[in-house]
């Protein structure tokens, strides 16, 4: 049973246009969500994050949204570029100790030119 | 300021063998967890470790056993391999316990068992 879930396995994005990756989650529990991007043969690179008290971070081009009621999470990258293609993973804890992120199983984003 | 490096990139292992897989964490993070991620899935977490004492464990059974040492550097071993161990190991770390550090990774052990 998939705690977090990235319903979409892969998203298209123009050079310069918005991306919005999504994520859901099932347990109401979780109260800190991360975002990571990861390129092939290289581990995942940390992005941004969010707690449960707050419904936006920003962090320069990407801003995370929160949506406690619906459960759902989401990325938004403005102006999407090129070295933006990776595979996005959403995370997801129960308590701020970091010991168990669950991860979803990733979106992979493709930008082009 | 070195990243987190983890050896060997790629094992190949029979199934009943034992591997130990090897990770040195940042400079100056004290906290280390272990990964698993099957092709096509996300990260699975393993274990933590802070300050050379087991700090949380996943879904996990006990012949997956780790390591902290002094230096922080760490170790994860698998005992009685079996097939669906073959996986990528993620090592990540972190300048303390906590979700707000956001975890450095490293590029992982590719492990096939066969």
């Known amino acids: 049973d998939q705690q977090v879930k990235q319903n979409s396995p892969s998203l298209s994005v123009q050079e310069g246009r918005i991306s919005i990756l999504n994520c859901d989650y099932t347990?109401?529990?979780?109260?800190?969500f991360l975002w990571y991007k990861k390129y092939p043969a290289e581990g995942p690179t940390f992005l941004i994050s969010i707690s449960s008290i707050k419904d936006k971070n920003e962090d320069g081009r990407f801003t995370v949204f929160l949506n406690k009621s619906a459960k759902h999470l989401s990325l938004h990258i403005v102006p999407s570029q090129p070295g933006d293609s990776a595979v996005y993973f959403c995370?997801?804890?129960?308590?701020?100790?970091?010991?168990?992120?669950?991860f979803g199983p990733g979106t992979r984003l493709s930008v082009l030119p | 300021e070195t990243g987190v490096t983890q050896s060997p990139t790629h094992l190949i292992k029979t199934r009943g063998q034992q591997v130990t897989l090897r990770c040195s964490s940042q400079s100056g993070h004290n906290t280390v967890s272990w990964y698993q991620q099957a092709l096509g899935q996300g990260p699975q977490f393993i274990f933590q470790?802070?300050?050379?004492?087991?700090?949380g464990r996943g879904n996990f059974p006990p012949r997956f056993s780790g390591l902290q040492f002094p230096n922080y550097s760490s170790e994860l071993n698998v005992n009685a391999l079996e097939l669906d161990d073959s996986a990528l190991y993620l090592c990540?770390?972190?300048?303390?316990?906590?979700?707000?550090?956001?975890?450095?990774f490293g590029s992982g052990t590719r492990l096939t068992v066969v």
């Open positions: 470790y802070y300050r050379e004492e087991e700090n």
């Open positions: 995370a997801a804890s129960a308590n701020n100790y970091g010991q168990n992120f669950v």
């Open positions: 990540a770390s972190s300048p303390e316990t906590g979700a707000g550090y956001g975890y450095t």
């Open positions: 347990n109401s529990m979780f109260d800190y």
